[in-house]
Nanobody, 127 residues
């Protein structure tokens, strides 16, 4: 089983930036496709960013495209989410998630694609 631990969540003013990190262990990280999932109270969970195992292919939801950047460092078994131009609607719990199987790259933004989630880290954006 892969273990995932997120960090970097904080409170920030609108227009500011944060970088979330996810440390993975217990599995060959370079074999995993990875994603970031957000959930705000009373709202449905959404995969907002995803990345292929080698890092060459990325995908984003429309709400964060152009503002957030997903990346990975396989040598460090780490996943990152650079969050720029933060907006109050970005306030949510953010989860690092891993997929243990391949499938189609076009499906990486589907919630069912991911098998294991971390504990989450809270991001709060004030106006």
């Amino acid at each position: 089983q892969v273990q995932l631990v997120e960090s970097g969540g904080d409170s920030v003013q609108a227009g500011g930036s944060l970088r979330l990190s996810c440390a993975a262990s217990g599995y060959s990280f370079s074999s995993l496709r990875m994603g970031w999932i957000c959930q705000a109270p009373g709202k449905e969970r959404e995969v907002i960013a995803a990345i292929s195992n080698g890092g060459s292919v990325t995908d984003y939801s429309g709400s964060v495209k152009g503002r957030f950047t997903i990346s990975r460092d396989n040598a460090e078994n780490s996943l990152y989410l650079q969050m720029d131009d933060l907006k109050p609607e970005d306030t949510a719990m953010y989860y690092c998630a891993a997929s243990l199987w391949g499938g189609r790259l076009s499906q990486m933004l589907q919630l069912s694609y991911y098998n294991t989630w971390g504990q989450g880290t809270q991001v709060t954006v004030s106006s």
